[in-house]
């Protein structure tokens, strides 16, 4: 074995501590717990029972998001997102990076990216050899591209992203609830073992501990999830709440905020049922994520709004026909649903590429420079053209 490699597999074996140190901790609580709380200490039946049913569900919800987190493999960016071998080559060859920019130019215009570095140029990762799509970054721990990279987390031993966000949060959620449960249903054996009213056993030292474990995980827990609520309440990932995404036109901090409901369905998916499971149900394919139109408030929101609401009043047998599929309602006031519908009808859509170039998004959205001109042709094609516009809006 080579010096190199042996160092890499010791990193591998210690990056495990944490994660055994959580599992004994909680292996000891639940017998402290179990055994020496609700057999030894407490006496009535009744309350006995009732105290393992519940505890029983909260340590298996803990437990089972805890390991979903630690066994999802983190989603990396698929071969599509790798250069071809002769720009491979052409890239590796060039010296100057306008140069290697401009390969990269001409790769990416095939490809769903839309964000940028912090220059204006095409995202790259050295070490993968590839374009890294929106929301992906290269974790130097995993040392891999991954997708919608949150951060790379000790206490699970993996990469929180695309692949086990949901899982992460409803992990935090569920240590939380443990800790609380444990924390309140203890305290009476706690005030009593400071009041001398516990018989003088071992199990009166498992519960002071019990008590002080769950109620000090709880306060370092809590900041933590409700950073993390507040990230997916803005559909904002760690690294983009210290470095906010640039896009065509610029860093947009809340380029990927779509309101506060559909911020949450995109990590919880929209189903009520699997939401509080660690049940993979994240909406989206880790690539292309919808972005917001523009400031709902600004003049050009407004005349975006309006231009779509009519286009869709135009159209809405089309769109009524379409309406199983896409959940569409035409009415909906709210541009930035628009949006996000535009994406799930810009899947079913056959325009291509050269139509897609068609028309300017200026073109579209300023209307206000021209009210009286009439834009709205009520004809399929340019209402289509307007979805995807709207789609590539920001590109
Ligand atoms: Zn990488
Ligand atoms: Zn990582």
Redesign the pocket.
Known sequence: MAPSQAVRCCQRGLSWIPVIFINLVVCWSYYAYVVELCIYTITNTEEQVFYLIVFHLCFFMFVWSYWKTIISKPATPSKEFCLPKAEKELYEKEERPEAQQEILKRVARDLPVYTRTGSGAIRY?D??Q?I?PDRCH?CSTCD??VLKMDHHCPWVNNCVGFSNYKFFVLFLAYSMLYCVYISATVLQYFIKFWTNHLPDTHAKFHVLFLFFVAAMFFISILSLFTYHLWLVGKNRTTIEAFRAPVFRNGPDKNGFTLGFRKNITQVFGDQRLSCCLPIYSSLGDGYTFPTRLVSVDSEQGNVEHQAIKWTLEWHQDYFSSLKDTLVLRPHVKDPIALRYKALRLAALSPLSEKDLQCVAVEDLFNLHSYPHRPLFAPNIDWTQRLFHQVLRHGD
């Open positions: 990762c070490r993968c590839l890294k290269h891999k591209c």
